[in-house]
Nanobody
Framework: QVQLVESGGGLVQAGGSLRLSCVAS????????MGWYRQATGKQRESVAL???????NYVDSVKGRFTISRDNAKNTVYLQMNSLKPEDTAVYYC??????????????WGQGTQVTVSS
């Protein structure tokens, strides 16, 4: 079984920065694409940033130039550096990873979510 555990959320003023981390743990697995999603109150969950196993990245237009996704494959960890935060970035942020597990095959895994609140 693989688990994703996020950390780094919190309350910040507009213009501030936060760094989210997500580490995958388990036995005998290989991580493919990793990403961050968010869901604001009353809205659908949306993809924020994705990073492939070879480091290619993709961002939703609203965060381009402000957020940076990165990963450390040796640590099975993905990061989201969020700068110039805006109140509209307020949401629960979820880590997602597409993972191949030797026992069960490939599947999508989700973290428990971490709250990011940006005050104006």
């Amino acid at each position: 079984q693989v688990q994703l555990v996020e950390s780094g959320g919190g309350l910040v003023q507009a213009g501030g920065s936060l760094r989210l981390s997500c580490v995958a743990s388990g036995r005998r697995f290989r991580i493919n694409t990793m990403g961050w999603y968010r869901q604001a109150t009353g809205k659908q969950r949306e993809s924020v940033a994705l990073i492939t196993s070879d480091g290619s990245t993709n961002y939703v237009d609203s965060v381009k130039g402000r957020f940076t996704i990165s990963r450390d494959n040796a640590k099975n960890t993905v990061y989201l550096q969020m700068n110039s935060l805006k109140p509209e970035d307020t949401a629960v942020y979820y880590c997602n990873a597409n993972i191949w597990v030797i026992a069960t095959g490939t599947d999508d895994y989700w973290g428990q979510g971490t709250q990011v609140t940006v005050s104006s």
